[in-house]
């Protein structure tokens, strides 16, 4: 992968094994939905496996946020006060069940955390008296229910593609924050993309050749890639996340009609 200041990322996401060996990868990302904004926290590694047999069912719990602001986010300070109360929650699952933590969702002024375990005894009367005994001021929220092929994780709590660029520009983009960038200003961006034949890579550039993106390589991996065709161009942007989300979706789709991959993009610093 091709991405600034990738040496940075590995650190961006936890990645640890549960209790239950299952491997944990974290990762979070916005999106629009009905009402707004809303903000998930995934455990990524759970793609590679779902669903796990034996863990049937599907918990949502969490509480309505006290604080929020108009977009439906926590304030900061009540921020503080939501991972007290998700962290409780998860010890007492984990206590009286086996689980595996999927993700957290924060949307329209509540959290919530899903978990999938193998067994519902009792659980809702544990959660309605942790609930009610710990932190009486919120309005708590608990769901239970059936979910053998994991939809809830694979078709809402994990991202789509949309998402996933996002994901990684959003990684990109903070590096050059961090170092000082203010995004104002254009400067080259290049992007690599790969392709299965010469032809593909031909006609994906004449397809792109209007959006004034120039050469900067052409090469052929010497190994044994199934997209060998190597394709380096680059134009002037600027790397905000509005613009870059925009563009590496375009690129990404219509490198999918040659049957090309889109393996993302690098700039550098502008202070000034």
Not at 183 to 199: A, G, N, Q, S, V
Not at 212 to 237: A, C, G, I, N
């Amino acid at each position: 992968m091709k991405w600034l200041f990738a040496f940075f990322l590995a650190g961006v996401l936890s990645c640890h094994a549960t209790a239950q060996g299952a491997k944990e990868e974290w990762d979070t990302y916005m999106a629009s939905y009905d009402k707004g904004a809303g903000s998930v926290l995934v455990n990524m590694a759970l793609k590679e496996k779902a669903p796990v047999i034996s863990y049937n069912y599907l918990v949502i719990t969490g509480v309505k946020i006290n604080e929020c602001n108009k977009e439906g986010f926590p304030t900061a300070q009540e921020f503080q006060k939501l991972y007290k109360i998700s962290d409780g929650a998860n010890e007492l699952i984990e206590k009286k069940k086996r689980r595996i933590h999927a993700g957290t969702f924060t949307y329209n002024c509540e959290r919530t955390d899903y978990y999938y375990v193998n067994d519902t005894l009792l659980l809702r009367k544990y959660l309605t008296e942790y609930y009610k005994t710990n932190f009486p001021q919120y309005s708590y929220i608990i769901s239970i229910k059936e979910d053998k092929s994991w939809g809830q994780y694979l078709k809402f709590l994990y991202p789509g593609e949309e998402q996933m660029e996002s994901m990684k520009n959003q990684k990109v983009i903070l590096k050059l924050t961090q170092a000082g960038d203010k995004l104002e200003k254009e400067r080259r961006i290049d992007h690599w993309l790969y392709f299965k034949t010469e032809d593909d890579r031909r006609n994906f550039f004449l397809r792109v050749y209007d959006q004034k993106f120039l050469v900067e390589k052409l090469d052929v991996l010497q190994d044994s890639s199934s997209h060998p065709f190597v394709l380096q161009m680059y134009r002037p942007d600027k790397p905000d996340l509005k613009t870059m989300n925009r563009l590496t979706l375009y690129l990404a789709k219509e490198a999918a009609r040659y049957n090309g991959l889109y393996d993302g993009w690098e700039t550098f610093v502008l202070k000034d």
